[in-house]
C-alpha cells in the first residue's frame, strides 16, 4: 500500500446545512421578488385600480413581512455553529409574527367581505367598497394584529424565565419560551392574560361586517 497520502483529517464540510441553506434562500427570494412584483403592477396599472386589487396588495405586502420575521434568521443559523438570539430578539419575534399574522386573518376575511358585495351587491359594489372604506379595513386588520400581539407580549416580558434556554424551534413563538419557575404564577398569568385569540377576531370581524351592511 502506497503509504505517501497519510493526511490527517481534522475537519469535516456537511453539505446537508448548505444545500438546506441554497433551498430556503431560493424559496424565500422568491415570495420576496413575487411580492414585490405584484405590488408594483397594481400600483403602476390604471386598470388595476379598485377594491378587490388594493386589497390584493396590501395581502402580498403582509404575507411579504411575514416571511420576513422568522426566515432570515433561520437561513443564517443554517451557516452559523452559534445558532443563539438574544431576548429582545426573540420577543421581537414573538410580537411582530403574532401581529402580522393575525392582521393578515382579518384581512382575509375583509377580502372575503369584498367578493360578497362584488357578488351580491354588483351595482352598488363601488359605492360600498370605496377608498375610504378599504383603506379603514386596511388599518382595522393592523390595528387588531397590534391587540393581538401586545396582549401576549405584556404579559410574557413580566414572566421570570429560567432554564433550559434551548428552544426546540427555528424561532420564537409564546408556547416555546414561557418556561417559569412558578407553575402558580404561570397560570395566574394564563387566566388574568387579556389574549385576543382568533375566534374573537372573527367576531369582531363579522360585528364589523353586520354593522357595514346596515350603513349601507
Given at each position: 500500500?502506497?503509504?505517501?497520502?497519510?493526511?490527517?483529517?481534522?475537519?469535516?464540510?456537511?453539505l446537508?446545512?448548505?444545500?438546506?441553506?441554497?433551498?430556503?434562500?431560493?424559496?424565500?427570494?422568491?415570495?420576496?421578488?413575487?411580492?414585490?412584483?405584484?405590488?408594483?403592477?397594481?400600483?403602476t396599472?390604471?386598470?388595476?385600480?379598485?377594491?378587490?386589487y388594493?386589497?390584493?396588495?396590501?395581502l402580498?405586502?403582509?404575507?411579504?413581512?411575514?416571511?420576513?420575521?422568522?426566515?432570515?434568521?433561520?437561513?443564517?443559523?443554517?451557516?452559523?455553529?452559534?445558532?443563539?438570539?438574544?431576548?429582545?430578539g426573540?420577543?421581537?419575534?414573538?410580537?411582530?409574527?403574532?401581529?402580522?399574522a393575525?392582521?393578515?386573518?382579518?384581512?382575509?376575511?375583509?377580502?372575503?367581505?369584498?367578493?360578497?358585495?362584488?357578488?351580491?351587491?354588483?351595482?352598488?359594489y363601488?359605492t360600498?367598497?370605496?377608498?375610504?372604506?378599504?383603506?379603514?379595513?386596511?388599518?382595522?386588520?393592523?390595528?387588531?394584529?397590534?391587540?393581538?400581539?401586545?396582549?401576549?407580549?405584556?404579559?410574557?416580558?413580566?414572566?421570570?424565565?429560567?432554564?433550559?434556554?434551548?428552544?426546540?424551534s427555528?424561532?420564537?413563538?409564546?408556547?416555546?419560551?414561557?418556561?417559569?419557575r412558578?407553575?402558580?404564577?404561570?397560570?395566574?398569568?394564563?387566566?388574568?392574560?387579556?389574549?385576543?385569540?382568533?375566534?374573537?377576531?372573527?367576531?369582531?370581524?363579522?360585528?364589523?361586517?353586520?354593522?357595514?351592511?346596515?350603513s349601507r
Amino acid at each position: 500500500m502506497d503509504g505517501g497520502n497519510q493526511s490527517v483529517v481534522s475537519e469535516f464540510v456537511i453539505l446537508g446545512l448548505v444545500l438546506l441553506f441554497v433551498v430556503f434562500s431560493l424559496f424565500y427570494l422568491f415570495i420576496v421578488s413575487g411580492n414585490i412584483v405584484i405590488m408594483i403592477l397594481i400600483t403602476t396599472d390604471p386598470h388595476l385600480h379598485s377594491p378587490m386589487y388594493f386589497l390584493l396588495a396590501n395581502l402580498s405586502f403582509v404575507d411579504m413581512w411575514l416571511s420576513s420575521v422568522t426566515t432570515p434568521k433561520m437561513i443564517a443559523d443554517f451557516l452559523r455553529e452559534n445558532k443563539s438570539i438574544s431576548f429582545a430578539g426573540c420577543m421581537s419575534q414573538v410580537f411582530f409574527a403574532h401581529c402580522i399574522a393575525a392582521g393578515e386573518m382579518v384581512l382575509l376575511v375583509v377580502m372575503a367581505y369584498d367578493r360578497y358585495v362584488a357578488i351580491c351587491k354588483p351595482l352598488h359594489y363601488f359605492t360600498i367598497m370605496n377608498l375610504r372604506r378599504c383603506t379603514g379595513l386596511v388599518l382595522t386588520c393592523w390595528t387588531i394584529g397590534f391587540i393581538h400581539a401586545m396582549s401576549h407580549l405584556v404579559v410574557i416580558v413580566e414572566l421570570p424565565f429560567c432554564g433550559p434556554k434551548e428552544i426546540d424551534s427555528f424561532f420564537c413563538d409564546m408556547p416555546l419560551d414561557e418556561d417559569v419557575r412558578d407553575e402558580k404564577q404561570q397560570e395566574r398569568a394564563n387566566t388574568d392574560e387579556p389574549t385576543v385569540d382568533g375566534d374573537h377576531e372573527l367576531q369582531f370581524v363579522g360585528v364589523c361586517t353586520c354593522q357595514l351592511e346596515k350603513s349601507r
